[in-house]
């Protein structure tokens, strides 16, 4: 299962998983990386080229921001 089908599946609107991106993701590159993949659909190549990112770094920067949301909130994203 995919990011964005988790996001699916917790029944949140983006407005609040921006929201909980913003209040439990600290750098403000990850917090960038994150938003792009789950919020905008964009896919990791695109993602990492516009932070200057290998796409496997910028995959792990998205599955470590992922896996703080899931520490800090209630729903099984």
Known sequence: MTHRDYIKQSGLSLSEVEHLIDEWIFSVRDRYVLK??????ICYEKIAEEVSLSTRYTKDVAARSMKILK???????
């Open 36 to 41: 792009r993949h789950l919020l905008d659909g």
């Open 71 to 77: 520490q800090h909130t209630n729903i099984s994203l």
